[in-house]
């Protein structure tokens, strides 16, 4: 089996390549039969507005037709945009991610439950399986018993966050100002919640859903919820923007906005793909700003929290580790298991055959099983115990071959 995880991030990919590569629900549920095509027995997505990644099991080495694949989508013949990871490298990596140390801010505690999200989508339309789901299920507990040891989540940080705060250097002060919230997902929640404690002269909220919006705010009575549909003209009152939504294309066009501009308005554009045209940056009283902009101010979350990374990537190598002896075993799983199943058709024909020939009571019998079993189950504990020793999957191939031809496994 190969484990492999191919992605792109911020770190390594502008936004106009990551948002070609931004999986929807809907996307990821139609990749199935494709990938099953390419021999991909397990596989999970995760795609936020950082990366994008695709964690797939195989029995054949078929990475370079997901590489290609990635490739044709974002339109583009240079590798230097993707990073890709193999075995121990992969988990190595995930679990670096689900705790946040891959993040635009180190040790934010949103990624954690997109991790949650991305499993939950594969296993709901059997896209992950046995491998996959451990993984990102021990993932997922390593990066809670990580979070509540090493304290990550005490000073609050998010993209959300530190968004706000780029965006208040802008303003120059957030007292008195009028800002609007596109958006009432995750992330426009958090801007709002963030925002309700600044001495705005106004925040208000629209979303294409508007029962949606109305529920996010119902316990902030200082929040207004507009007509999506109105938003251009809503641009005139605020001066400043923050927009979250999961539209596949932008909603807020060059021109439509000109027609509305009266005064300097600071856009934020926090969706990949992106929801703001990024040449409305070219008008005079619009500022377009996205999630790339927001490394510089990130740079201080990193030096923060960096006393505390060695120590995570030291509890991550023995996470790793553990992970790996983890699934040399799970290969051994069906070879063991049929092993055992011999051992039983064998003690079961003894008793029989014997059974036919003497003639004993119920004690006798039990205790003959019993003596039977025992005599089997050391005839085979020597192999099973040589096969939990292996340490590479050649020998691992190997034993299971020769286990099999003697046995007659299968």
């Not at 989508?73 to 230097?80: A, I, K, N, Q």
């Not at 040790?107 to 949650?116: F, M, P, W, Y």
């Not at 039977?372 to 590479?392: A, C, G, H, N, R």
Request: hydrophobic content about 40%; proline content about 1%.
């Amino acid at each position: 089996m190969y484990l492999h995880v191919v992605g792109i991030d911020y770190k390594n990919t502008p936004i106009e390549l990551r948002e070609k590569g931004a999986f929807s629900k809907s996307k990821i549920i139609e990749l199935r039969e494709p990938f099953h095509a390419m021999g991909i027995k397990e596989f999970v997505v995760v795609s936020t507005c950082n990366r994008s990644e695709i964690y797939f099991l195989t029995v054949e080495d078929t990475y370079d037709s997901i590489l290609n694949y990635y490739m044709t989508l974002l339109g583009t013949e240079d590798r230097s945009c993707f990073y890709a990871y193999s075995e121990e490298l992969v988990m190595n990596h995930l679990l670096r991610v689900t705790c946040g140390l891959e993040s635009l801010v180190i040790g934010e505690d949103q990624i954690l439950g997109q991790i949650k999200e991305s499993l939950s989508l594969a296993m709901e339309h059997q896209q992950s399986g046995k491998i996959l789901n451990k993984l990102f299920r021990e993932s997922v507990s390593f990066a809670k018993n990580i979070k509540t040891t090493y304290k990550m989540s005490e000073n609050q940080t998010s993209v959300s966050t530190i968004s706000i705060k780029f965006v208040e250097e802008q303003l120059e002060t957030y007292k008195d100002k009028r800002v609007l919230i596109v958006g009432s997902g995750e992330t426009g929640e958090l801007v709002m919640k963030y925002l309700v404690d600044k001495e705005l002269a106004s925040l208000s909220i629209i979303n294409r859903t508007k029962c949606h919006a109305h529920r996010v705010t119902k316990n902030y009575s200082n929040i207004e919820v507009l007509d999506y549909e109105e938003r251009y003209k809503y641009l005139q009152s605020y001066d400043a923007i923050f927009s979250a939504t999961a539209s596949p294309h932008v909603i807020f066009t060059k021109d439509k906005v000109a027609e509305h501009l009266v005064h300097k308005v600071v856009f934020m554009d926090l969706a990949v793909p992106r929801d703001i045209d990024p040449v409305i940056d070219e008008l005079d009283k619009a500022s377009v700003y996205t999630v790339d902009d927001l490394q510089k101010i990130s740079t201080q979350n990193i030096a923060l929290r960096q006393s505390l990374v060695d120590d995570i990537e030291q509890e991550i190598k023995g996470k790793v580790q553990s992970l790996v002896m983890w699934i040399r075993n799970s290969q051994l799983d069906v070879t063991i298991k049929q092993l055992s199943r011999m051992q039983q058709t064998h003690v079961q024909e003894a008793v029989e055959a014997i059974g036919k020939k003497v003639a004993l009571d119920d004690k006798s019998t039990e205790y003959m099983e019993i003596v039977i079993k025992s005599m089997v189950k050391k005839l085979f504990k020597s192999p099973i115990d040589t096969l939990k020793t292996l340490e590479s999957d050649e020998d691992i191939e190997v034993y299971q071959d020769v286990l099999t031809d003697l046995f007659k496994l299968g």
